[in-house]
């Protein structure tokens, strides 16, 4: 039992087997980050290197520690502080860390479709963690396994994913994640942030977040990415904090038991209050414990084998 | 479940039966009793699948004779194992289930057919990463022989001579739906 691919780039190219297969996986290094010697000697001798060109703290830690765990040897590059302000392109660097013989790179940019790119020009694996608007497939991962851990199956739960849709690589990729495990995903935003067409990805869209609440077992919240928006998306942050953020009224919709993510980092008082995120369906910080155990998961299945030539 | 039994294919030989495993084990919880003196800060650790079945066998045996249950847990030895990263295909990942902490405890590792010790090495270093166990025992239901390191049982249920060609099977009630232990000739 293996992946039998190279790379990590998307959720869309994985079947239900597979994405099963990284979950499974993953419940199983959970147990590692609870032990005293948080480390096995899996991948030793392996060279992980994470390319960051976007900031990030949770996803790069997350990667970072995960590599550790697993005792291969992780390196960061934060691009402000690399030959890219000099110049160099993507092609060119890739070519020069692969000339280092690492095994597998880890790589965030703001333009979709890098990774894929990037895999092209290098023999060892490619991850990605994230590209523009486009995928983000360990963190949909993360939020299927915690899914997963809290209510014991995903299969025939009804997700409600509310933000903004347009921008987020979060939204595409756990759409992919939950729909072909047999969950029924409604996405919800303002209009502005409803990209249309988004139902051909196999899910319900609507702008009436109350009508995506009613009877959901997972709401995720979407992050404002402020830093996105060159122009502005809605009046004031006051009204979509009214009409979109999620706060314990507007809960009530939901099943009893219905469960919250959000991918963080969380902007308080705007997509969610601040007694929803710490209240007790809140799983935003079993989110982060379970990110470093599928990403411990996904460098095995990845690395853990002898190459296919 | 359909199966065939009694040796209906001449490459298959039963070995042990269900009543014959079940006599070895009994035999096995007396002879761990017996050296350790009891079953005080006893641990018995099975290595998944069918070693922690077998562990938990040989706890609820050691219960009918002494009248204390052990703790029984699992040690997975997959992500310790030394050929990953040589072979093409990848064993899947178990469970692992320490049930209390190990330090200064008498483990008695239980797996079903020992063969090159190479697992054992493995759930071996996998333990002392969670501890520094008194000592640890290793009990086997078959040892078929070929060792390709320093190891040896400390409690085997049948020693059963084998070509290194040869298959050995353990089945069990709890995970094959019937007990059982038949070697394999060798196909070609």
Do not use: W
């Not at chain 1, 939950?178 to 303002?190: E, I, K, N």
């Not at chain 1, 402020?226 to 998306?233: A, D, I």
């Not at chain 1, 809140?282 to 379970?290: A, G, M």
């Not at chain 2, 990848?90 to 405890?105: E, F, T, V, W």
């Amino acid at each position: 039992m293996r992946l039998k691919r190279k790379d990590l780039l998307g959720i869309e190219e994985l079947s239900a087997e597979e994405i099963t297969l990284i979950l499974t996986t993953a419940e199983s290094f959970r147990e590692v980050s609870e032990r005293e010697i948080k480390k096995v000697p899996t991948l030793r001798g392996r060279t992980v290197i994470n390319l960051f060109y976007e900031p990030s703290t949770r996803t790069r830690t997350s990667f970072e520690i995960a590599a550790k765990r697993m005792s291969a040897d992780a390196v960061n590059i934060s691009v402000s502080a690399s030959s890219v302000v000099k110049g160099e392109t993507l092609k060119d660097t890739a070519r020069n860390l692969e000339a280092m013989r690492p095994d597998c790179i880890v790589i965030r940019h703001a333009s979709a479709g890098t990774p894929h790119m990037l895999a092209g020009y290098v023999g060892c694996s490619v991850i990605n963690a994230g590209d523009g608007a486009h995928e983000h497939p360990s963190q949909a991962l993360l939020d299927m396994l915690t899914v997963k851990e809290k209510k014991g199956r995903i299969e025939g739960l009804k997700v409600a994913i509310i933000g903004d849709i347009t921008h987020s690589r979060v939204a595409r990729s756990n759409i992919y994640g939950f729909t072909r495990l047999g969950a029924s995903v409604t996405v919800a935003g303002p209009p502005t942030m409803l990209p249309p067409g988004i139902e051909a990805l196999g899910c319900k869209a609507t702008t009436n977040m109350e009508a995506a609440l009613k009877d959901t077992d997972v709401v995720m919240m979407l992050r404002i990415q402020l830093e996105r928006q060159k122009e502005s998306f809605f009046p004031t942050i006051r009204e979509y904090s009214r009409l979109y953020g999620l706060n314990e009224e507007k809960l009530r919709k939901a099943k009893p038991d219905a469960v919250i993510l959000h991918p963080g980092p969380i902007n308080r008082g705007v997509e969610i209050s601040s007694e929803v995120a710490d209240g007790p369906y809140s799983l935003i910080l079993d989110q982060v414990t379970n990110g470093v155990a599928v990403r411990m998961a996904v460098f095995y299945l990845l690395l853990g084998a002898a190459r296919e030539e | 479940m359909l199966r065939f039994r009694g040796g209906v294919s001449p490459m298959k030989k039963i070995m042990m039966d269900d009543k014959a495993i079940e006599r070895a084990l009994a035999r096995v919880a007396h002879e761990i009793i017996e050296r350790n003196k009891g079953t005080e800060q006893l641990v018995i650790l099975g290595i998944p699948t069918r070693g922690y079945h077998l562990a938990v066998r040989l706890q609820k045996k050691i219960e009918e004779i002494e009248g204390v249950k052990p703790p029984t847990g699992a040690v997975d030895a997959t992500l310790y194992r030394d050929d990953l990263g040589i072979k093409k295909d990848q064993p899947p990942l178990k469970k692992m289930d320490i049930p209390i902490s190990i330090d200064g405890k008498t483990i008695i590792m239980v797996d079903d057919v020992l063969f090159t010790g190479r697992t054992t090495r493995a759930a071996m270093n996998a333990l002392m990463d969670f501890g520094r166990p008194l000592s640890i025992q290793l009990a086997v239901l078959v040892d078929r022989g070929h060792r390709e390191l320093p190891i040896k049982a400390d409690y085997v249920g049948k020693n059963i001579p084998t070509s290194r060609k040869e298959g050995v099977k353990v089945h069990l009630e709890e995970t094959d739906g019937v007990s059982e232990v038949v070697t394999e000739a060798a196909v070609d």
